[in-house]
Structure formats: structure tokens, C-alpha cells
């Protein structure tokens, strides 16, 4: 069974993808809390097939733990993952970017220029629906890079990562700052430089990081 939604059919999986992913990354479902299959089913009104489905992708992409004797828990956020998971990003995003920046079209431009515009102007009055429109732009730079592999790996990458963005943001510099650092991305894209694309990509990510990394340092030392 499929449901419409706004980018097309969704199937059933997609669904349940969606939110728990959202709950994961909310912190409604918190770091180390335990996701019951049958109280999913229950939520989320459909059987446990989906449900599953949905729960692999979490893990494959690091927001999920399964254990023998122990189920399945949201993982936890510690600085090693972080370290780890950014550190990879900067790889293969810098990548993305550099090969969006040999290939990318005046449309496909367009419109991704169009996406840091939205991002902007939603920064400050709905922080929800931008942080969609920078998740949107992200990926749209990087399947301009036409590489099928990369649009594999990345989306993992990012899904976990995204817990440790949004502790960052308290202290990762001013809405018109994150906003320059995307302009400055497509910019260079546009063109047609991609090592100076892939040095703006990685630059952009080390700021989210060490803001990232000095809250949760914080948010542990608080816990100890």
C-alpha cells in the first residue's frame, strides 16, 4: 500500500520512516529509550512489516540500536559518533559538492539558489519548516553531482548527524551567517570552481561540528 504525499506516493515503510525519524531527531524518543514494536504498530496504525522496514534503515543509519536480549533503543550521542560522522561527511560531501560544481546547469542552479532564498526567509519565522528547505538544498547540491553512490551514502550520514545539528544551533553563529555559508556553497558551484567549493562545504561543516561538539560536551559534563 502506498499514501500520496507531497513528493509523490509514499509507501507504508516511508511513513513509519518519517516519524520515528522525527521523534528520534526531535528528542520525543530520547537517546537510549527503548522503540517497542507493538506500541508502534499501535501508534502508527498499520501492522509490523512497515514498521521493520523502517526500524533497518534507522539502524543502518546510526539513530537505531538492536541488541540480543535488549531490543531495540534509540543509539546514543556520544563524541566519538559525532567525531566519526562528521569527519566521514566532510569526505564525501566535499566530494558531491566539488562534482556538483564541474556539472551543475544555470536551472539546476536556479533552483537551488531558490531553496537558499526559502531557507532564509523561513529561518526565523518557522525554524521547523526551514530546517526541511536545508535538508532539501543540501541534497539537491549534492545530486548534482550525478553520482548515485554518493546519494546512497550521504542521506545516511546526515540522518545521524541531524540530533547532533540541533544541539549545535544554540551556539553555531547568527541565522545570516549559516545563511552566507550556503550562498557562498552554491556560489562557487555556480562558477564552476569545485575546489574552492569543496574547501566552502567542509568549512560549513567544521563550524556545525565544533559548535556541536562544545554542547555536547556541555550537555555531558551536566549529566556526570
Known amino acids: 500500500m502506498t499514501l500520496e504525499g507531497r513528493n509523490g506516493p509514499r509507501t507504508l515503510a516511508d511513513v513509519a520512516l518519517a516519524e520515528l525519524k522525527r521523534d528520534i531527531i526531535t528528542g520525543v524518543l530520547p537517546p537510549g529509550s527503548p522503540i517497542r514494536l507493538q506500541e508502534q504498530v499501535e501508534r502508527l496504525q498499520m501492522s509490523s512489516v512497515p514498521i ?26 556520544s563524541a566519538q559518533d559525532l567525531e566519526e560522522t562528521y569527519r566521514i561527511r566532510q569526505e564525501l560531501e566535499a566530494m558531491a559538492v566539488a562534482e556538483a560544481a564541474k556539472r551543475i546547469d544555470d536551472e539546476t542552479c536556479r533552483s537551488i539558489q531558490e531553496l537558499v ?13 526551514a530546517l526541511e528547505v536545508h535538508t532539501r538544498l543540501h541534497m539537491a547540491i549534492y545530486e548534482a553531482s550525478g553520482s548515485k553512490w554518493l ?5 545516511m ?16 553563529g ?12 552554491v556560489e562557487l558551484c555556480r562558477r564552476g570552481d569545485p575546489e574552492g567549493a569543496a574547501l566552502a562545504l567542509r ?21 556526570s
Request: proline share 4%; glycine share 2%; charged share 35%.
Open 157 to 172: 550520514l546526515w540522518d545521524n548527524s541531524e540530533r547532533y545539528r540541533r544541539l549545535s544551533l544554540p551556539v553555531r
Open 203 to 223: 568549512e560549513h561543516l567544521s563550524h556545525t561540528f565544533e559548535a556541536a561538539i562544545e554542547r555536547l560536551r556541555e550537555v555531558e559534563q551536566a549529566r
Open 151 to 155: 546519494m546512497r551514502l550521504i542521506p
Open 174 to 185: 547568527t541565522i545570516a551567517d549559516r545563511i552566507a555559508e550556503h550562498r557562498r556553497i
Open 117 to 129: 532564498e526559502e531557507y532564509a526567509r523561513l529561518a526565523e519565522v518557522a525554524p521547523e519548516q
Open 52 to 77: 521493520r522496514e523502517a526500524l533497518r534503515y534507522l539502524e543502518r543509519s546510526g539513530l537505531v540500536d538492536r541488541t540480543p536480549h535488549r531490543g531495540t533503543h534509540v543509539a546514543e550521542m
